[in-house]
DNA sequence: ATTTTTAATAGATATTGTCGATAGTTTTTA
DNA sequence: TAAAAACTATCGACAATATCTATTAAAAAT
């Protein structure tokens, strides 16, 4: 048994086909077909069920699947230790965020992360929370940026900063002549909200008290950005939520429509979240560090309340 | 990286020694070396320090060490899932077993076991507490049979059965009349003990309400074998205390000087004990049921205290 | 100073991981 | 239904490498 015998193991239980598992792990498919067969012939078992298509996995074989990946994954660990001592911060590392943050935060520390650690491939991915969860689940990212708490067994989160919600709401609108807004004044029905899947909609929904009549609004109009909620409510369609550092890169004649909660302000909480086994923590930690030191200056609100990010 | 090269690092750093480590993998030396030599320049830091007599580990070197033996484990749990599938029950299987429970439980057990599971190669050690723990936690056993309760961090305990002491008294002691004992009558001083170094010592000291003058006995005889005990007791020396297991092979003459405790009667916690990371599992718990069957029958007590056989 | 112990090195050999080509299935498409 | 496509297993060849024996080099013990 050997850990390449492993890695080829997951691939092929990932991808459920062995062309591609052997094109993902940069190996001919006869090269991976034999050593599948050699570990299964080692072990006298058989892992995948090649009768079925797509291959299925056996019941021993999900055992051995779920234990290959830990012994992977501790494996990949050593090389971790030996970085850690070194100093050495590098490699590739990829990194998911969700839409709502993506756009406002990564452009404050992309460039000054890559210029501070040259030797960092960092991929970035823009993904919901759900499939963010998921794919550091089974090492696809090795960290995400996204509102907690979370409150996942396998995920530990670093929280980064905490964001306020501010009012969007027009002249025209009920609320226009409000100085201040309180989360009693809100009302579901005439708030814009984004697409399903989007955990600032589901924070947003949580923070209005009777979310008695989703669904019954008038028109369905969901948008995957806040400048067309914006635009939305400049139309009369209503009023919105925005995060505080989208407020940020709004024009004066819309910035004038701006209006913040009374403190304690309700507000996300945004981590950075990764997997418990701490693979490649080098990385996280000096991205923390880079995050954390540029947040600090734009970014500093004491009384806050965090909403859950969590569709109840 | 492969798991052979994890292996004989760990065996270098067991052994501290190529040539040993090698004949102990069972490859050549320069086999050994040169495959060491190979993760070194592939993780390009040296893991061990050549300079030295004998042969030291560096500071990286002690923390790949500790992750080796993580994967390696791991690695071996795979063979341990396939044969828990199988149902197969066999192969090398290491005990340990303290000096006061081997000659009385290991006759009544091994038969019966190997009898059973005709495919394990039963091999037992006997050790004092200390070793045994020592050896479970860098696997030189795969499990033992000691008295607990232990509170080991990485070591898990299942019980097997509850044996009360009882007291070997001859009639011209000081307590030779009673009809049964309590711990309160007990006085360390004239209690003849083993050896230091033995967990029942330790058990009677914790029992003995006042160790205050251990050490300032007449005499300073303590044996290894409570048969010397009880002929010391004989010679009027003092009296001893005995598990119950070992009361049954008294002959007549000497079984009338046996004196019970009241309920509850002090006992020891005898508990198969075992790494937490549960390899061989199966053998472990086919032992388990093998002994808890046969000792259900011998001893069956239930109001018991149990008494610690740790030395405060 | 000599012997012994121990690790590294060199060259030879056997093993094995990998590739390209191909054959045998099953599934999909026409 | 026939043909094409997709997919895995098998075969022979090649290259990488794990291992061995023999030897050298260095350190420790005598």
Redesign the interface.
Known sequence: ????QLQYVLAVAEYRNFTLAAQKSFVTQPTLSMQVQKLEDE???LIFDRGKKPIAVT??GK??VA??K??VN??S???D??DQ??GFIGGDYTLGIIPTIMPTLLPMFLKTFIKKYPKVNLIIREQSTESLIRNIQDGHLDAAIAATPLEIEFIKERPLYYEPFVGYVPKSHRLGDFKTLSPEDLDVSDVLLLQDGHCFRDGVINLCKAPKEIGKEHFQLQSGSFETLVNLADEDMGMTLLPYLNTLELDKSKSQNLKYFNNPSPAREVSLIYHKSELKIQITEALRDVISAIVRGAIAFQDVKIISPISK
Chains 1, 2 share one sequence.
Do not use: S
Not at 1 to 4: E, G, L, N, Q, R
């Open positions: 048994m050997t850990i390449t072990l006298d078992v019941e021993v055992k051995i234990q290959a830990n012994i501790e494996a660990r050593i090389t230790i030996v001592e070194k």
